[in-house]
């Protein structure tokens, strides 16, 4: 899998959008971005995932850059609840894959 | 949808005695489930692959005899850490695969070990 990586944390206002960055420069051609985010003492949560477009879901928007070399994360309106570290994971598509997280980035939704 | 339980969420052991933990996928099949644990302030570490019917493949480092993983069915795969120790008090997760798109975690054990 590629190496990514985060910022180790982010501040955003409840509100908010919240853009959370990925550099992913060494990925391969068939490696998909995928997100997702732990929220204090829970499991991940999946949010999205794209290979190449961009893609939205209920959740979050994830725009990839047209070298594939970093994307963003997007939360149009953050709140608190959205407090979490974040991670964005480089890997081949399927459920079958395993999942290498980082460090992600913890995101705190400020009042 | 898309839905994996763990069971039980927490549990405190003396040392020496084994622990099961299950983990379950609730509204779909998964022929493979994986392993993490995650340290305090850290983050996840996968352990080994569960493959139903088929022996887990381990993550180089995660003792095989110490975490003794099942895949029995396609819903249910058990992780048991036998002779447990203090060290290996940590928080363990499982995830499971959905079709061929992504993997769905289940809410994690907090495992303590006295």
């Known amino acids: 899998d590629a190496k990514t990586t985060q910022p180790p944390s982010m501040d955003c206002a409840e509100g908010r959008a919240a853009n959370l960055p990925c550099n992913h420069s060494t990925i391969s051609g068939n490696e998909y971005v995928y997100w997702y985010r732990q929220i204090h003492s829970q499991g991940p949560q999946y949010i999205i995932h794209g290979l190449k477009n961009n893609e939205t879901n209920e959740m979050a928007s994830l725009i990839i850059t047209e070298d594939r070399k970093s994307s963003t994360l997007i939360l149009p309106h953050a709140t608190l609840r959205d407090t979490a570290v974040y991670y964005c994971i480089a890997t081949f598509r399927g459920s079958n894959y395993k999942l290498t997280f980082g460090k992600g980035t913890l995101l705190t939704v400020n009042p | 949808g898309a839905v994996v339980s763990q069971h039980p969420s927490r549990v405190i052991c003396k040392s020496g005695t084994s622990v099961k933990i299950e983990c379950r996928s609730l509204d779909f099949q998964a022929t493979t489930m994986f392993w993490y644990r995650q340290f305090p302030k850290q983050s996840l570490m996968l352990m080994a692959t569960?493959?139903?019917?088929?022996?887990?493949?381990?993550e180089q480092g995660v003792e095989k005899d110490k975490f003794l993983i099942n895949h029995a069915s396609l819903t249910l795969s058990t992780l048991t850490v036998t002779s447990a120790h203090p060290e290996d008090s940590s928080f363990y997760i499982c995830?499971?695969?959905?079709?061929?798109?992504?993997?769905?975690f289940g809410p994690g054990t907090r495992l303590t070990v006295l």
């Open positions: 569960s493959n139903e019917g088929s022996k887990a493949t381990y």
């Open positions: 995830s499971a695969g959905l079709s061929t798109d992504t993997q769905y």
